[in-house]
């Protein structure tokens, strides 16, 4: 399986409301996409998540999800 790092830019002002749908309805990832580990740095609004998945295009379906709060970047690691 490929890992990924996943770098989410919060939107200004989203952060909290992000949260509060993550707390009440969890990643929301679809099937074949997993979650290894993850770091936030609050005070930049950026959260960094290691993941994996054997199919890329599972990464687009999972940040539609979360654009109207997040700014994706997608960097696949060798």
Do not use: H, T
């Amino acid at each position: 399986m490929k890992k990924y790092m996943v770098v989410e830019n919060f939107k200004p002002g989203l952060m909290e409301e992000n949260y509060k749908i993550y707390n009440a309805k969890g990643r929301q990832f679809p099937e074949g996409l997993y979650y290894l580990n993850s770091w936030i740095n609050a005070e930049k609004n950026i959260c960094f998540q290691l993941m994996e998945s054997n199919d890329p295009a599972l990464f687009q379906e999972w940040f539609k999800k979360w654009e109207q709060f997040v700014d994706f970047e997608l960097y696949p690691i060798d």
